[in-house]
């Protein structure tokens, strides 16, 4: 089973960064890397960004390419999500996730099995 505990989330006037870690313990040799994901109120969860373990292929949606980088750290299982030029429309609960067994990385949140507990980033205008 995968555990999956996420930090660095908080409170950052536009403009400003923040950076978020996911650290993943537990049966992760057969999935081939991590997604973020985040859901703002009211409105359904969306694809951020993704990354596999091997080779380090990165994926990002558009409305955060160029201000957020998405890395990791293979041998802490750790993936990072640097945050850079928030908007106040960043604001949401980020989840980072584990996509299913030999599931590629991909921005639909079907493909993941595993969530963290989410942690709250709130931008002010």
């Known amino acids: 089973q995968v555990q999956l505990v996420e930090s660095g989330g908080g409170l950052v006037q536009a403009g400003g960064s923040l950076r978020l870690s996911c650290a993943a313990s537990?049966?992760?040799?057969?999935?081939?890397?991590m997604g973020w994901f985040r859901q703002a109120p009211g409105k359904e969860r969306e694809f951020v960004a993704a990354?596999?373990?091997?080779?380090?292929?990165?994926y990002y949606a558009d409305s955060v390419k160029g201000r957020f980088t998405i890395s990791r750290e293979n041998a802490k299982n750790t993936v990072y999500l640097q945050m850079n030029s928030l908007k106040p429309e960043d604001t949401a609960v980020y989840y980072c996730a584990s996509p299913k067994p030999f599931y590629s990385v991909n921005s639909n949140a079907k493909s993941y099995d595993y969530w963290g507990q989410g942690t709250q980033v709130t931008v002010s205008s």
């Open positions: 990354i596999t373990w091997s080779g380090g292929s990165t």
């Open positions: 537990g049966g992760t040799s057969s999935r081939y890397g």
